[in-house]
């Protein structure tokens, strides 16, 4: 009895490895296609500032527009192009589209950021010197205007090569922010080491920072952090008004969520954003 039973849970494992495998495979090759056939497209999140309500930036954030399948989210394709090595060029991409798309909205006398989320293969890669530069020569932006953002993860890993990475990095003039900020494990001695220039605090945090103590607790120690060490600190996955004034009365710089604006194509982020108040029905 008990054999039969577990040759049949082996079987089933089995088969089920084998439609998770061919998955896995299917989804890696249409991405390989998705990047020759332009598939990939960048929606923009705003930035605003707690001080004014004043947009100052916006979070390019990458999607699948799949022929079949419509919209696909990066946490679907994100982790299969990292392990493939398929990240390296689709990095690539996004860093080329998201200046290019910076550069144009400066020129049109938009004043403001653009945040663009790397992956740690990216990081610990030889040329993301390289492929930053050639995106910012590419579209003539300042380097000033261009935030890179990275997660605590990537810190941790190998940090002597990535701390070397993010100081070559901040000598051409680019900003370097802490994704994700408190999930990871990452020190006070890390941050000042690294030459960091903001911190965004997780949206696990933010979500309930008006209703938990320890949510409000970690959120307050986390601005008093950026602060003395002279960081600039950004909110994220703000969605009520109650905390956005939370976060404005504890002194947080910045804040990005649905509040604000949800991340958009860049023809609507110019049609609600920028020409015009932020609202927040976006
Ligand atoms: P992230 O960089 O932490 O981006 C924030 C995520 O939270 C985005 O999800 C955004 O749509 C979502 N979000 C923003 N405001 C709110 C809010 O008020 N409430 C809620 N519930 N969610 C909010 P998205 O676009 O699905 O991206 C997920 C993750 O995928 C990103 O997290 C980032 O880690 C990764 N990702 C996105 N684009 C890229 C990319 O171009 N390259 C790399 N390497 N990773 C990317
Ligand atoms: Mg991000
Ligand atoms: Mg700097
Ligand atoms: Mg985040």
């Known amino acids: 009895h008990a054999k039969q039973s577990g040759r049949s849970t082996y079987r089933f494992f089995a088969a089920r490895m084998n439609v998770e495998a061919v998955a896995h495979l299917a989804l890696r090759s249409g991405l390989h296609r998705a990047l020759e056939r332009g598939e990939f497209e960048l929606h923009y999140q705003p930035q605003v500032s707690l001080n004014g309500g004043t947009l100052i930036g916006a979070e390019a954030l990458i999607r699948w527009n799949h022929p079949e399948r419509g919209l696909v989210l990066p946490g679907e394709f994100i982790p299969v192009a990292e392990d493939s090595g398929l990240i390296v060029p689709m990095g690539d991409w996004v860093l080329r589209e998201a200046c290019r798309q910076a550069a144009l909205w ?20 030889g040329d993301l010197e390289k492929a930053v530069g050639e995106a910012l020569a590419e579209s003539g932006l300042d ?36 994704d994700d900020f408190g999930t990871g494990y990452s020190s006070m001695a890390y941050l000042k080491r690294f030459a960091v220039d903001k911190l965004k605090i997780d949206q696990s945090f933010i979500r309930d920072v008006h209703t938990d103590n320890d949510s409000a607790a970690i959120t307050r120690a986390i601005i008093q952090m950026a602060h003395s060490l002279n960081l600039t600190v950004i909110a994220e996955g703000v969605e009520d008004e109650a905390a956005g004034i939370f976060l404005r009365d504890h002194g947080c710089d910045q804040a990005q969520g649905y509040l604000y604006g949800r991340p958009m194509t860049a023809l609507r982020f110019e049609k609600t954003i920028l020409d015009g108040a932020i609202s927040s029905d976006a």
């Not at 653009?114 to 610990?124: E, K, T």
């Not at 993860?153 to 090569?161: L, P, R, T, V, Y």
């Open 143 to 178: 380097p000033a205007a261009l935030e890179l953002e990275l997660t605590e993860s990537i810190m941790i890993q190998d940090h002597e090569a990535v701390m070397d990475m993010a100081r070559r990095l901040g000598r051409m003039g680019v900003q370097l922010s802490i």
């Open 106 to 125: 400066q020129a049109q006398g938009h004043k403001l950021t653009m945040a663009v989320n790397l992956s740690a293969l990216q990081f610990r890669r």
